[in-house]
């Protein structure tokens, strides 16, 4: 599917870049006039998935994350995250809700059932010692109700 636009950073992995990945995917997407909804959501699965790759990915090193935001022909917005820290062993397992190898950190292992949830399509790509990749899609409405 073409490309109309599209966007990447790279960022330490350091927690106040969550909240950088948020404000970076509501500047790039104001182009599509999203509704309030349906920015909430993406702003929700890219905090998710960008702070996984800070507290797990690089858990015991340091490194970058890398931010990609496409948007799509028909108004589908693409999303990657990717970071190059120690990697998932079992991704179907970790993907699982309430799964969690940090639950001395209060975590709920719901990471990924809420990107699951809010988005169209989600999928993951993880290597042990290389890194973790998630990708998601998202297809926005016509939204011509909204006022501009
Ligand atoms: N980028 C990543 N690198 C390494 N491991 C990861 C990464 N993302 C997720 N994981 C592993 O998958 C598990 C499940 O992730 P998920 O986001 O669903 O839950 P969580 O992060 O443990 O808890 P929560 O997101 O509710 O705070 C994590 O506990 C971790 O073991
Ligand atoms: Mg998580």
Known sequence: ??????????????SINERVSRAVVSAFLVQVDPTVEELADIRTAVSEAVTNSIVHGYRKSEGNVDLQIKILENREVYIRIKD?????????????PLYTTAPEEERAGLGFAVMQSFMDKLHVRSKVGEGTTVIMRKK???????TK
Do not use: H, V, Y
């Open 84 to 96: 190059r820290g120690c990697g998932i062993e079992d991704i179907k397992k970790a993907m699982e």
């Open 1 to 14: 599917m073409n490309t109309r636009n599209q966007i990447k950073i790279s960022f330490p992995a350091i």
């Open 140 to 146: 926005l409405g016509d939204n011509q109700c909204q």
